[in-house]
């Protein structure tokens, strides 16, 4: 039997703090997303100003990210070149602002980001998982 890493309360206290803190930083309101490995939902914060729409998508992109093991812009970009039948991949978001998380090789979970512009989004989502894997 395998023993793998998996994300805990903690864990998801840690990412959202540094998530919140980049876009504080930025005044920037968004609703973040932190997902297990199966796409479920784990914790989530829609701070003041960011829209129910923003929740929507976080969540969105999140669970793309958790469950495809591949951050939600690499299949924006896949439909941007061209690929458009990937816009049917079930469960996925094509827009960027959802990352993967992994720890030692193996994906623990996904962050979803929105509110602002997409590569602000991911920025924010990267500084959580940054703050986890750092300390």
Request: glycine share 12%.
């Amino acid at each position: 039997m395998k023993t793998r890493p998996m994300l805990t309360l903690e864990d998801c206290r840690k990412i959202y703090a540094a998530a919140e803190a980049e876009a504080r930083r930025n005044n920037w309101n968004v609703a973040v997303a932190i997902l297990d490995d199966g796409g479920h939902l784990l914790a989530f914060q829609r701070m003041d100003g960011a829209t129910p729409a923003n929740a929507e998508i976080a969540l969105g992109k999140g669970r793309t990210a958790a469950v495809s093991r591949r951050s939600s812009g690499n299949w924006e970009e896949r439909v941007k070149s061209g690929r458009v039948s990937m816009l049917k991949m079930p469960g996925i978001l094509p827009v960027q602002g959802g990352l993967p998380i992994v720890v030692d090789g193996v994906c623990v979970g996904g962050v979803g980001v929105s509110g602002v512009q997409s590569h602000e989004d991911e920025q924010i989502a990267q500084a959580g998982i940054d703050a986890l894997l750092k300390g």
